[in-house]
Structure formats: structure tokens, C-alpha cells
């Protein structure tokens, strides 16, 4: 199914074939996922998925495409100029080194990018990749759940974020989806705060935004919290926060627009006043990679369609004072979003 | 220093510049990092690292280079043909769209690889680089101390890794400097087997390749053991592999080259009858990527000369039975190699 639509594509576009590097999509359409790579080789009749020896034999086990083999990049170029590749298809992040080995040691001329076609397969998953993204959101929130406990005064921000990877690994997780951001205090502000050595301090607000990677996909949720009692600034933006990403939970359903949905999301933000202090967009898809389609910004105007996951994450950061940001991933039904990350929001 | 010499690359290839966009590069030029990655600009008489407008701030304390910042695509390309760049130095690794980018919106019209002459500054490291990667190599043996405590019978083996990495986070380290590989029975005889489910059984070889992530640069070292008693067969992989080893890091010196040293360690495992089961190469640069020059194998012929961190790292894979690495990271000084990574090697 996967393949047969790259295949109208490849000859809608009149190309001999397409060529798939990335290993997020080299597991889409194989199923398997070789530490060392591959080279997937999609033409209209026929299919191969070339692989270094030392993964020959597990991507045997896992490939739902034929398999083969090569020992030197000679060896594997050579293959490929087997295909008689003139015109070819290549992801947009194909290396430069890549394609001038294609054109000079396998023949090609012409290249044409595909993402498009693979963005039309991604950007909608099927009901078990939902399956697969609602486990790795529930160890998100196991995750989020140990940040919860494990912050107080005096500790680090790298040693919260250790427990909550540790739940993650513990619950199944091959790894977290992204580096894990505890932002507390000053750093709040940082809308990539990074777990870091500083120490917790009472009265700081900490930002945890944080995600688990299951069966290769990817979970995305984040919550902020008040070490102590909040002050009143603190509530505000707080509650800002808060109301614009519900707005956006409630409006996220099919028909409406990523760009739409930014805009529902930002006007709240601008009514409370912080419409300047919200200095990224409001969310993004999610799946085999943490940032995928569609963009919830003003410069994406996708429909949004049952089968899509995005996450919806309003922020206000003040600098130097702090920052709040809510984020959960959710999954567009016919009957509006669902979210697949439910940690309490309310934590202020 | 780094940057004089690209410059001088640059006027003897005649470039108008070089743009580096990979995030190690970054760091090794500017001494930032950018979670949104940038691009520098790196003319003759010129030095410009322009980053998204988030990253502005955190880059403008960090970087050692004037600073600039863009919102949009549209402005990073305008921003950038005001270098008037008509031939210019990229990074093989370059994406296929970032160079049709450059060619459509920067008047780009030839591009070069300069990956050599960036190869030829980072391959030996400075003293401080050194310490920063002695620390990774400590944070590592701090892992794999935990690791030799925590393994028995019925654990997973994903569970012996998330301890592994709290300890690491827990001293420091950024994140693992790759996916934590546990190979336990069978499993041993994969030589990237990465944590599974799998649970380890009475009588399993367990290899363990790990390392840290400290301040940007990697950490690897991998033991083996034998849960309960080791078998004759067994004693004889892993004796032979720990003789290669040892030979390797002795004949490490200054004057060998890369190729030398891998026919040494693989004589070894030769004489005793495993060089069909030794299927990868005796070892690889280690700095801010985990994989980078030299390439410890039949075809590199690099000089070993003070500063150069490599790893020694032989192992014999028999399929199905199971299989034995020892590695450890080591630095080469004028007096022979030194180990970084220092945990005990004879441990059945």
C-alpha cells in the first residue's frame, strides 16, 4: 500500500525510480531498521533493499521488501547502476556526498525530490501507528508523573530528568524522543531549556517537556509547575496558558486548518495580553519523527484529517522572569481531538 | 586557529566561503550549539554564524564569532547572497535541498567539500579536548561498574541499560553517547544488538558497549561477561579477543598507521581460528561524533599521531552461540597509547 502509492508517484513523475536513505522512512515502507542503514531501492515493478552485510541477516528477519547485501560502497553502487537510475526520486535531506556518488558511480542525471508523496502517506497514520503513539504518550505521562514527584528545592535539573528517563527505559521506552527540557527558574524562559546542573530554587516555575520513543515512535507532552506558591504574575501566564491550550484541544477537528488552529491558540494568548511573549508556533505532527506534518503555524495551511497527530503547546516566556508552557499530543477523530497524553493540567 | 585554518583552505581551493551547517561543526568553530542548529559563514576576511531568531540570545553568549540572527528562509538566503558566494565550500553531508536552495535564493553555482580540511583539524584533539573526553571515558566506566552489578539471571536487558544511563546522568553526562547496546545469549552474536526485552539467562555472554555524552564529546567502551559459569568454549573466544585487545593498545603509537593497527589486533584472533567470526573493523575515532577519523581498518592508512583518540575494540561473533567484544577508548601521546576508559578487562 505504502509502496504501491510511491510507486504512482514514480511514474506520475516519470522517474526510473525512487531512492529512500532515511531511516525513519526506510522503516515505513520496510518495517525493518538498520542501525548501519540502507538504501531502498523503489521502482515501478520492483523493490530491493540494499543493506550493509553486517545488517543482512536481521533486516531479512524484519524486511517486508527483498533483501540484499553489499560489502564496499563500490560494491553497493554498482547495484544501483543495475537499476539503470537516470531520472531518480531522493528525500529532500539526501547528502550532497550521496548524490554526486549516484551521479558518477551509478549513472543518474536527473534528481527529483519525493517528500511530498512520502508526507501524503506520513501525515495520516493508520490505526495501529496510533496504537503505537497512544503507548509511547502513556509512558510519557509515567515520565511526567516521576518529574512531578521527584522535583523540590535544591536538586538539580539533570537529576529529575535521569529518574524520568530511567521510568521511561523501565516502562519500555527504547530512549526519550528528544532531550529532555528542565527549565526551572530564569531558564523557563528558554523555550529549549535543556536539562541542565542548575539547581531548583523555591518559587521557581519548571518547565518539563519531555516525550518517550516506542517501537520507533514518538510521544510529546509538557507541563509546568511552581516550586512553592505561585505568585500572582506566575498565575497569570499560567492561566493564559492554560486557556489557549484547551481552545486548542476543542478546536483541533477535521476541516479546520493548522493555520486556523495557530490562530485560535495565539488569539487567546494576545487577549491576556502576551501575544508578543508566545514566539513560536502553536504545534507540529508527530510520528516516526518528533517534528513532523503537519506545522500548527501560520505558514501551513494543511486541512487537518482524521489520522493526524499534532501536538498542541502555547507557550509565554518573559525574560528573566520565566515561562510557562502545556503540551500534550493528540490524534484527530472524526469527531474531534483526542488526547493521547493526559497528565492533569491543572497544576498550579 | 580552527577558523584560520578553513580560511586558508578556502584561498587555496579559491573559494568565495565556506558554510558549515552540521551541528559537531558548529560547536567546533563557534563553541555554540544550537538546538535549531545555524549556518556559518566562513569567508577569507569574514566570519558570520547566522542563527534562528530563538537561538539568538543563547548564541550571542556562547558563540566566539559575530552573531546574526534570521526569522525566515527567505531572509537566511538574502542574508546570505550578500556574501556573494559563487563558489562555495560546504559539508558533504550537506542536504540535497539545502544545496538547491543555495543554488536557487543565494546564486550558488559550484560547490566544494571541505570536509578534508576539517577532518585534518579535529582528528587530533587539544589537551583541553582530551580532559573533556578523559571525563566522558570516566562517566562511562561509572556505567559500566553499575552495569557489572546490576546483570543476573531474569533481568532485561533494557533494564540493565536505563540504570546504566541514570548513573550517567546522575554524573553529569549530557546523554549516552549512543544506544546503550546489552547483547545477551544469542543475542552476543549481533554485533549492534541494542537493549531488548530480552531477559538474560544462566550461562548467556552479555556484551556491554556503552558510553557518555559529556560536554559535546563521546565516551565507548564495551566489556563482556559470562553469568554464572563460563564454558570452555566460551574461555576461548573471550581469551583470544582479550589478547587482540591488549596487543592493540600496546602497538597504538605514534608512526603505525590505522591499517597496521588492524592487521595486528586481527592476527591475533586469526592464530586462534575466529578470523572468519571477527566481522567488523578493530576500531574508529572518537570526539564529537561517536564515529570519525581514523577508521581503525584495512582501508585507512592515516598516520596514528599524538592527540588522536581511537578505539581498540576487536570481537568474535559465532552465530547462534554468542560472542565477545572488549573495547576500550584510548588516546595516543608520544609515548604509546593510554587508556581512557579503564575498567577491569579480565572478567570471566
Same mark, same amino acid.
Given at each position: 500500500?505504502?509502496?504501491?502509492?510511491?510507486?504512482?508517484?514514480?511514474?506520475?513523475?516519470?522517474?526510473?525510480?525512487?531512492?529512500?536513505?532515511?531511516?525513519?522512512?526506510?522503516?515505513?515502507?520496510?518495517?525493518?531498521?538498520?542501525?548501519?542503514?540502507?538504501?531502498?531501492?523503489?521502482?515501478?515493478?520492483?523493490?530491493?533493499?540494499?543493506?550493509?552485510? &553486517?545488517?543482512? #541477516?536481521?533486516?531479512?528477519?524484519? /524486511?517486508? !521488501?527483498?533483501?540484499? =547485501?553489499? +560489502?564496499? $560502497?563500490? @560494491?553497493?553502487?554498482?547495484?544501483?547502476?543495475?537499476?539503470?537510475?537516470?531520472? &531518480?526520486?531522493? #528525500?529532500?535531506?539526501?547528502?550532497? /556526498?550521496? !548524490?554526486?556518488?549516484? =551521479?558518477? +558511480?551509478? $549513472?543518474? @542525471?536527473?534528481?527529483?525530490?519525493?517528500?511530498?508523496?512520502?508526507?501524503?502517506?506520513?501525515?495520516?497514520?493508520?490505526?495501529?501507528?496510533?496504537?503505537?503513539?497512544?503507548?509511547?504518550?502513556?509512558?510519557?505521562?509515567?515520565?511526567?508523573?516521576?518529574?512531578?514527584?521527584?522535583?523540590?528545592?535544591?536538586?538539580?535539573?539533570?537529576?529529575?530528568?535521569?529518574?524520568?528517563?530511567?521510568?521511561?527505559?523501565?516502562?519500555?521506552?527504547?530512549?526519550?524522543?528528544?532531550?529532555?527540557?528542565?527549565?526551572?527558574?530564569?531558564?523557563?524562559?528558554?523555550?529549549?531549556?535543556?536539562?541542565?546542573?542548575?539547581?531548583?530554587?523555591?518559587?521557581?516555575?519548571?518547565?518539563?517537556?519531555?516525550?518517550?520513543?516506542?517501537?520507533?515512535?514518538?510521544?510529546?507532552?509538557?507541563?509546568?509547575?511552581?516550586?512553592?506558591?505561585?505568585?500572582?504574575?506566575?498565575?497569570?501566564?499560567?492561566?493564559?496558558?492554560?486557556?489557549?491550550?484547551?481552545?486548542?484541544?476543542?478546536?483541533?477537528?477535521?476541516?479546520?486548518?493548522?493555520?486556523?488552529?495557530?490562530?485560535?491558540?495565539?488569539?487567546?494568548?494576545?487577549?491576556?495580553?502576551?501575544?508578543?511573549?508566545?514566539?513560536?508556533?502553536?504545534?507540529?505532527?508527530?510520528?516516526?519523527?518528533?517534528?513532523?506534518?503537519?506545522?500548527?503555524?501560520?505558514?501551513?495551511?494543511?486541512?487537518?484529517?482524521?489520522?493526524?497527530?499534532?501536538?498542541?503547546?502555547?507557550?509565554?516566556?518573559?525574560?528573566?522572569?520565566?515561562?510557562?508552557?502545556?503540551?500534550?499530543?493528540?490524534?484527530?477523530?472524526?469527531?474531534?481531538?483526542?488526547?493521547?497524553?493526559?497528565?492533569?493540567?491543572?497544576?498550579?
Amino acid at each position: 500500500m505504502r509502496i504501491k502509492r510511491l510507486q504512482e508517484f514514480i511514474e506520475e513523475k516519470e522517474l526510473d525510480a525512487a531512492l529512500i536513505t532515511a531511516k525513519e522512512n526506510l522503516f515505513y515502507f520496510t518495517g525493518s531498521s538498520p542501525v548501519l542503514g540502507g538504501y531502498l531501492v523503489v521502482a515501478p515493478d520492483d523493490v530491493l533493499f540494499i543493506v550493509p552485510e &553486517l545488517e543482512y #541477516e536481521e533486516a531479512r528477519e524484519t /524486511s517486508k !521488501v527483498p533483501v540484499d =547485501k553489499f +560489502k564496499t $560502497g563500490k @560494491e553497493l553502487y554498482e547495484k544501483l547502476k543495475g537499476f539503470k537510475l537516470t531520472k &531518480l526520486g531522493i #528525500e529532500g535531506k539526501t547528502s550532497f /556526498s550521496t !548524490v554526486q556518488s549516484l =551521479k558518477e +558511480k551509478a $549513472g543518474v @542525471e536527473d534528481f527529483v525530490v519525493v517528500d511530498d508523496v512520502i508526507k501524503e502517506l506520513r501525515i495520516i497514520k493508520t490505526p495501529e501507528e496510533i496504537e503505537v503513539i497512544k503507548a509511547a504518550c502513556e509512558i510519557a505521562d509515567m515520565a511526567m508523573m516521576a518529574a512531578l514527584e521527584e522535583i523540590s528545592e535544591g536538586k538539580r535539573e539533570r537529576e529529575i530528568a535521569a529518574k524520568m528517563e530511567y521510568v521511561m527505559k523501565m516502562n519500555g521506552a527504547e530512549k526519550t524522543a528528544f532531550d529532555t527540557i528542565i527549565a526551572s527558574g530564569w531558564r523557563s524562559a528558554l523555550p529549549h531549556g535543556v536539562a541542565s546542573d542548575k539547581r531548583i530554587e523555591k518559587g521557581d516555575l519548571v518547565v518539563i517537556d519531555e516525550g518517550a520513543l516506542y517501537r520507533h515512535y514518538h510521544s510529546d507532552t509538557t507541563r509546568t509547575i511552581v516550586v512553592g506558591s505561585p505568585n500572582e504574575k506566575q498565575k497569570d501566564i499560567y492561566y493564559a496558558v492554560l486557556e489557549a491550550q484547551r481552545k486548542g484541544v476543542e478546536a483541533a477537528r477535521p476541516g479546520i486548518t493548522a493555520k486556523e488552529l495557530d490562530t485560535i491558540v495565539r488569539d487567546v494568548i494576545k487577549e491576556y495580553g502576551y501575544g508578543d511573549y508566545f514566539i513560536h508556533s502553536t504545534g507540529h505532527g508527530v510520528g516516526l519523527q518528533i517534528h513532523e506534518w503537519p506545522r500548527v503555524s501560520q505558514q501551513d495551511e494543511t486541512v487537518l484529517k482524521p489520522g493526524m497527530v499534532i501536538t498542541i503547546e502555547p507557550g509565554i516566556y518573559l525574560p528573566k522572569f520565566g515561562g510557562v508552557r502545556i503540551e500534550d499530543t493528540v490524534v484527530i477523530t472524526e469527531n474531534g481531538a483526542r488526547r493521547l497524553t493526559k497528565t492533569e493540567r491543572e497544576l498550579i
